[in-house]
């Protein structure tokens, strides 16, 4: 497995591959979601991906087929940099793909200070990720009576809530 930049070409499958794997995601956990919910709107994607200091990365197999990617936004000048999205593609999820992407971009990014990441409450299989096998720690949770105005609105809008991780390295 290897761990490269996103090419122009992987830009579609990279996004339908997330998207599948989030809304897998919502389905497995606790989430009562509605009939036709749409659980990360490609909009959220272009966002990440159009973001000042955004780099996105995808894993490939041995065959070059994508099995995961991440979107992380670097801050060349703090050094708190945040990881936007770590998705595994749907169907090899607990292979270890994950804690390779997340691996690879420590590797990629060894000047970093803090990493930060937030996932929803219901993201059972995230939290156990990003607490137990990438070092992450939460620092808050977002719900309806405690917002961040940094935050989009849709997410501090959840009902269960998120999670807010940090990773201090240096």
């Known amino acids: 497995m290897k761990l490269r930049r996103l090419q122009s070409t992987d830009v579609g499958i990279f996004k339908s591959d997330m998207q599948e794997a989030f809304q897998f995601g919502a389905m497995e956990g606790s989430y009562d979601m509605e009939k036709d919910e749409e659980i990360l709107p490609e909009s959220h994607i272009d966002a990440s991906l159009q973001a000042k200091g955004s780099a996105a990365y995808v894993a490939v197999d041995e065959e070059n087929h994508i099995v995961g990617g991440a979107i992380v936004v670097i801050d060349d000048y703090t050094q708190h940099n ?23 971009l420590e590797k990629l990014y060894p000047d970093t200070k803090v990493w930060h990441t937030c996932t929803p409450y219901f993201e059972v299989r995230n939290i156990h990720f990003y ?35 940090e990773k201090k390295i240096h």
């Open 82 to 104: 945040h990881l936007d999205f770590l998705y595994v593609k749907h169907g090899v999820q607990s292979k270890g793909v994950g804690r390779f992407i997340w691996s690879e």
């Open 131 to 165: 607490i137990n096998i990438c070092g992450f720690h939460i620092v808050e949770f977002l719900n309806a009576k405690h917002q961040n105005p940094e935050m989009p609105e849709e997410f501090n809008g959840l009902d269960d809530g998120m999670f807010v991780f």
